[in-house]
């Protein structure tokens, strides 16, 4: 059992701030000890001078890019010279389920030192005869080591149709999961999500779908950033959402991440549809691909969440940074967002759009996922909403302590569950950087 006494704010929810103590018994979070039970394994952090919040939970990463970051000719260019810029940096590397672990551990250890505590992994790299089953065990098995929530999506990005879902459907079968594709300890989810129209046609949608309704998994995929609609127009003389509505993908059960080119009639569309949307600044701004109207969006009843993106654009895995982004950035395509909407974003709405109610918050039985930041010190001096001081003032911030279902993995700002530098030395080693 945990408690956390004296804490200046708690950020329950999107809506809901309140000072005091929160609790948490058996991975959940409770208003009060169990009738009958005495406390006598109680772990106590004094949160005094801190603000906790729930963990963040990043719905949109590619994770096996934390080995690929800031490479020459990947910056500032066009999607054209992107792709084979970083496709001749996997081939160089050799993406197996070695590669596969070291860039996982890289990538959730600096997500849980920033606070995130589920990473949704869109992994779209399957070399030819790659070993699919053992690169989706490597990344949940570094997961697990760390303590981190995981949904790992099998992806797909110009794959063979066919080769693409019967490695998906023997993914579901190898991956401990429960009939809606989540594990019984509610740490692993998979799902399935082509990279997108400009990447995937109708074949690869549609037997991946099918694989998702067999297995109860969720659906993702990416849209209408700049490169989406304009390979779309070129090669369908449409637009991307027509032809995800006309494949069956605009549906409650899938998420879209991006969306930074969509028109008003396209947002009606789908609101309609009960999708889901996720932010990703931090890729869009620096590839070129424009802001996506959130508060649009949100407006129109579209659960939005935030994500990081990988480290081909996005060199960073700190969601709390993207938040901070994604909150300066608002105001360029509309109404300005508001610190602790953002802050829903990146907990509740990130959550709700992998399915997880139990994520995302800290009402009673929610996961005991929890974020404690110090705003004591300089940096948060003066500072009059101490909530909304986590996006304006200390850019970087780190959490002091971070907890996924009950259990501390950072303490004092240090992972407990591995040694960062070890991390780093495999990196190196693998990669040579």
Do not use: K
């Amino acid at each position: 059992m945990l408690s956390l006494t004296g804490a200046e704010a708690i950020l329950v929810d999107p809506r809901t701030v309140r000072g005091g103590d929160l609790h948490v018994a058996r991975g959940v979070v409770v208003d009060a000890w169990p009738a009958g039970t005495a406390p006598v394994d109680l772990t106590t952090i004094d949160a005094s001078g801190c603000v906790v919040t729930a963990g963040l939970v990043n719905a949109h990463h590619h994770l096996l890019q934390s080995a690929f970051r800031t490479l020459p000719g990947t910056r500032s260019v066009p999607m054209a010279q992107w792709l084979p810029t970083m496709a001749a940096a996997y081939g160089e590397a050799v993406v197996d389920p070695g590669l596969a672990s070291i860039a996982a551990r890289v990538g959730l250890a600096e997500g849980l030192l920033s606070g995130v505590t589920t990473v949704a992994d869109h992994h779209l790299t399957w070399p030819a005869g790659a070993d699919s089953v053992g690169i989706a065990r490597a990344t949940a098995d570094a997961a697990r080591d760390l303590g981190a929530r995981l949904a790992f999506v099998r992806g797909a990005a110009r794959d063979d149709p066919e080769e693409a879902a019967t490695s998906a459907e023997a993914i579901a079968g190898a991956l401990p999961l429960g009939a809606t594709g989540v594990s019984a300890d509610g740490m692993l989810q998979l799902a399935v999500g082509p990279a997108g129209v400009h990447s995937d046609g109708e074949a690869t949608f549609r037997l991946l779908g099918e694989v998702a309704a067999r297995h109860g998994l969720r659906r993702r995929t990416q849209a209408n950033e700049q490169v989406d609609v304009a390979v779309s127009l070129e090669r369908y003389g449409r637009r991307p959402l027509e032809l995800l509505d006309e494949w069956g993908w605009l549906a409650p059960d899938v998420t879209l991440a991006h969306l930074c080119g969509v028109t008003d009639d396209e947002i009606a569309r789908l609101a309609a549809s009960g999708i889901t949307a996720t932010h990703a600044p931090g890729c869009d701004v620096v590839m070129g691909w424009g802001v996506a109207p959130v508060a649009a969006l949100r407006d129109a009843g579209i659960v939005v969440g935030l994500g990081t993106s990988g480290g081909g654009s996005n060199d960073a895995g700190h969601l709390l940074a993207d938040a901070r982004l994604a909150m300066q950035v608002s105001g360029l395509v509309g109404p300005a967002l508001a610190a602790q909407d953002v802050l829903g974003m990146a907990t509740e709405g990130s959550a709700l759009g992998l399915g997880r109610a139990e994520l995302g918050h800290l009402r009673p039985g929610a996961a005991a996922d929890l974020c404690v930041w110090d705003v004591s010190g300089v940096a948060d001096a003066g500072v009059a909403d101490p909530v909304a001081g986590l996006l304006w003032a200390s850019p970087g911030r780190r959490p002091r302590h971070v907890i996924v279902a009950g259990r501390v993995v950072v303490r004092d700002y240090e992972l407990v569950t591995a040694d960062d530098r070890e991390l780093v030395a495999a990196m190196r080693a693998r990669v040579g950087r």
